[in-house]
T-cell receptor, first 117, second 115 residues
Framework: GAGVSQSPRYKVAKRGQDVALRCDPI?????LFWYQQALGQGPEFLTY????????KSGLPSDRFFAERPEGSVSTLKIQRTQQEDSAVYLC???????????????FGPGTRLTVL | AQKITQTQPGMFVQEKEAVTLDCTYD???????LFWYKQPSSGEMIFLIY??????QNATEGRYSLNFQKARKSANLVISASQLGDSAMYFC????????????FGGGTRLMVKP
C-alpha cells in the first residue's frame, strides 16, 4: 500500500511569508507526528495527533507554528511569518497504534525541505 | 527526559564486511522501545529494526541485528555483509511509555561503504 506522502517536497519562501506543508499519512493510521530536522542533525519532535485531536504540541518552537488535522487524516503544518531559522526538513510520520504505546513503529514520509531566504 | 547518544559521526566499512553502529540511551522509564532508521540522501527515514525494553532476545531483521545490552543502556545496530546501498545516515531513536508518543533521536552516524 501507499506510504506517507508529503507535499511540496521543496519550498522556498521569502522571510515573512506564510507557508503550508501537507502530510498524507498511511491509510487508517490513527497517530500522526511532525518533526523538524535541521541540517546535519537528528529529527526533533514538533507535535502529535491522535485522529483529529492534537494531544501534544510541546515541540512547536513558537506561536508562528500551527498544525491541524481536521478530519483525522490529512494534516497541515503552517508556519506564519517565516524566519531564516525555520529552514529545515519537516518530516511527517504516522503509526497504527494497533499494538499500543511505545511499541508502535512510526513510518515517515520523504519530508519537505523548507528554505527561507 | 530521554536522551540518545551516537558517538560516531562517520564510519567507513568495506563492502561485504560487517559494521556496528553505536547507540547509548538514557531514560528512567522502565518501559521503552528502541528504533533504528536509515536516511539515504533522498531524505526519507526508513524503519529498520525495533527492540522493546522487555524483549528477552535481540531483534533481527535480515542483515540487521540489534545488540541490546540493557544494563549498559546500549542498543547497537549491526549490519552484516555491507552493500554499497547501505551508505546513508543511520539514526537511533527511543520512545518511552511515560514520555508521550514522540520519538527522541540521536545525532546520527553517516555510514560509507567502500567498494
Amino acid at each position: 500500500g501507499a506510504g506517507v506522502s508529503q507535499s511540496p517536497r521543496y519550498k522556498v519562501a521569502k522571510r515573512g511569508q506564510d507557508v503550508a506543508l501537507r502530510c498524507d499519512p498511511i491509510s487508517g493510521h490513527v497517530s500522526l507526528f511532525w518533526y523538524q530536522q535541521a541540517l546535519g542533525q537528528g529529527p526533533e519532535f514538533l507535535t502529535y495527533f491522535q485522529n483529529e485531536a492534537q494531544l501534544d504540541k510541546s515541540g512547536l518552537p513558537s506561536d508562528r507554528f500551527f498544525a491541524e488535522r481536521p478530519e483525522g487524516s490529512v494534516s497541515t503544518l503552517k508556519i506564519q511569518r517565516t524566519q531564516q531559522e525555520d529552514s529545515a526538513v519537516y518530516l511527517c510520520a504516522s503509526s497504527s497504534d494497533l499494538s499500543g504505546g511505545f511499541t508502535d513503529t512510526q513510518y515517515f514520509g520523504p519530508g519537505t525541505r523548507l528554505t527561507v531566504l | 527526559a530521554q536522551k540518545i547518544t551516537q558517538t560516531q559521526p562517520g564510519m567507513f566499512v568495506q563492502e561485504k564486511e560487517a559494521v556496528t553502529l553505536d547507540c547509548t540511551y538514557d531514560t528512567s522509564d522502565p518501559s521503552y522501545g528502541l528504533f533504528w532508521y536509515k536516511q539515504p540522501s533522498s531524505g526519507e527515514m526508513i524503519f529498520l529494526i525495533y527492540q522493546g525494553s522487555y524483549d528477552q532476545q535481540n531483534a533481527t531483521e535480515g542483515r540487521y541485528s540489534l545488540n541490546f545490552q540493557k544494563a549498559r543502556k546500549s542498543a547497537n545496530l549491526v549490519i552484516s555483509a555491507s552493500q554499497l546501498g547501505d551508505s546513508a545516515m543511520y539514526f537511533c531513536a527511543m520512545r518511552a511509555y511515560n514520555a508521550g508518543n514522540m520519538l527522541t533521536f540521536g545525532g546520527g552516524t553517516r555510514l560509507m561503504v567502500k567498494p
